[in-house]
């Protein structure tokens, strides 16, 4: 017994020191395979619990139902713990994920990719072109716009990507299928809006594969407002985490197109969130198992129930 607990503290340890150095999880001995994967995961998994249970009161002011969820949070925080799928790790890596949506709906609806790695100071600018955005692949939110090529200070960019790699989502919120992504970042194509900016992000919210309803995000690096409709655009009485959106509102051309796009791309899968752009033809963004890591406050608070009640 005092082996067992002497050999778990030993592997924590290790996993520990390589978040801290920045190194993907699976690139160590005992993520080279399977079976180690699965051993760590279930010796890790009494932190990811404790980590649930105690970001969730943190907001709510009370430990999540595990047994017996009832709300759209509380449903997420336990998908984390007991619904974990080899395919969720890909889902949320931004480069293997790409190779799923080219084999369900096809390539044209990806961005250009112009390069991977996991260190700027190798990039050659003479790929780039003019405008171009950098991302990490296991982290959301965290994005780099490049609007001059030629103008980049590449140390300084290189000295804040190598931060990003250094962050584990799998401890911060114990989503689980960042663990075993093997970090890289990547440089992809500038989408540009009507204005000149960043185009409006539109993440459709679907339950058991079928668009329930859309999140529309406006202005995310300015003053971010956001609102929700229904599957006919009609504007649904609620919020999520940010100030509601009160300008008027039209459908994209090709929203119809994109609630299709969007439904192969979930799935049967009780619940995930796909991110798309319309910026004359539909773009895909990312797919997400966890908006806000489930714990993101509604206005009003009841709707947390009503879209709990959409999921098994």
Sequence with gaps: MFGFFKSRQIILGSIHASSRAGKALHLRGWGRYLIGRTIVDLLVWPSDFL????TYASLFDRPPRMVFPKTFNEKLQHDKLFRRRSRYTLFADKIAVRDYVKQRVGSHILSKLYWTGTDL???????????FVIKANHESGRILIVNDRDAVNWKQAYEQTFRWLEQDYSEMWAEWQYRW?????????????EDGMSPRDYKFFCFRG?????????????NHTRTFVGRNFEVLQFGLQYARYLGALVPPPNFSTMIGIAEALAGRESFIRVDLYDVGRPIFGELTLSPEAGLGKFDPPEYDAILGRLMP
């Design 51 to 54: 980590t649930v249970r105690r």
């Design 121 to 131: 100071r190798t990039v050659s600018s003479g790929i780039l072109p003019k405008k």
């Design 181 to 193: 992504i093997e970090r890289q970042l990547l440089i992809e194509e500038f989408l540009e809006g």
């Design 210 to 222: 079928r668009v329930e309803m859309v999140q529309i995000d406006f202005d995310r690096f300015l």
